[in-house]
């Protein structure tokens, strides 16, 4: 029955009986219930009183009899799970990374937005602190100063599905944090210890309170090494430099696209060589490669992924 398949998925609970003939059982509808249905308490539910008489609807309205049977039917079989459903019922943390401009922030809203979890653009934090460096005419591969200066440093992001604000002091440096002079502080401060150790503090306690998709260079080898599922996305430099290349024409910006792709290849060797916390592929990563195939392709592939991981993981630990 509906109801009998609702109660093996968790989705409603029994909690007593009702004092009438036939005892029918008095159901309560579960945390996991109000996520799938995108509600934030039980106050928001119409009315319906739903007795253990095995027929639902017969107390359900017509709206809500069709989402309890469409909803029953899609958990029958946990092996078809889709990754909107697997979402809800569990921490999801994924994890890109990858050099700059292969297109990690693009594939990280896409999914976020379709699984319907929050995206964490770490890189900005680094950007916002390498801003106020600058602003402060402070010497970037100078560690003591940059100590200092983090020491009087509060860093705050503030995410939403609208996308994510990054504030330094009070102060939000969201709109001013996307050009080739402070993506060049990033590189620079973010090879400093002290620098990665403040912001990856922040990382993992935003990890750790909600679902999330973050992106960086270091997610899924350093700050998340026990990602639900970990992504490393590229494309070979010259295509990377052409995006970031078309990127300042649209902004107006002057550029030259050899200059770009002298720079993107520093740069990868900078956060590739760092000391601490270098740019690579974890063993246990799925390689994306973004030079010819598009967005919704590459999104697609990755969900399945998802997808995938998460009945693995339910599968686990129902066995367990």
Excluded: W
């Amino acid at each position: 029955s509906i109801v009998s398949r609702l109660i093996e998925r968790g989705l409603v609970e029994q909690r007593g009986t009702l004092d009438v003939p036939g005892r029918p059982g008095l159901l309560y509808v579960s945390e996991q219930f109000l996520a799938d249905f995108g509600l934030k308490s039980t106050q928001d539910l119409e009315a319906v009183d739903l007795l253990m008489y095995d027929e639902a609807g017969e107390y359900a309205n017509e709206e809500t009899e069709r989402k309890l049977h469409e909803l029953a039917e899609d958990n029958a079989d946990v092996e078809n799970e889709n990754a909107e459903d697997n979402h809800l019922s569990e921490t999801v943390v994924i994890a890109i990374d990858g050099p700059s401009a292969a297109g990690k922030s693009t594939l990280a809203r896409e999914l976020a937005s379709r699984l319907s979890v929050l995206f964490l653009d770490t890189g900005a934090m680094y950007r916002a602190l390498g801003l106020k460096a600058l602003r402060l005419g402070l010497d970037l591969s100078d560690e003591t100063e940059i100590r200092q200066m983090l020491a009087d440093t509060d860093l705050d992001v503030e995410l939403s599905s609208d996308g994510q604000r990054t504030f330094v002091d009070g102060i939000e440096y969201t709109q001013d944090i996307r050009t080739p002079a402070v993506s060049q502080a990033a590189s620079d401060i973010s090879a400093l210890s002290v620098c990665r150790q403040f912001c990856v503090e922040l990382q993992r306690a935003l990890a750790e309170r909600q679902s999330l998709v973050l992106d960086g260079r270091d997610i899924g080898t350093y700050v998340l090494p026990n990602a639900t599922v970990k992504f490393f996305v590229t494309a070979s430099p010259e295509v990377r430099a052409k995006r970031r290349y078309e990127e300042m024409l649209q902004k107006g910006d002057n550029g030259n696209y050899e200059e770009v792709l002298l720079e993107m290849k520093q740069r990868d060797f900078n956060d590739s060589n760092r000391a601490l916390a270098p740019t690579k592929q974890a063993d246990d990563a799925i390689y994306i490669d973004t030079s010819e195939r598009s967005i919704d392709e590459l999104v697609e592939e990755m969900l399945e992924a998802v997808n995938k991981k998460i009945n693995e993981n339910f599968n686990v630990q129902k066995r367990d």
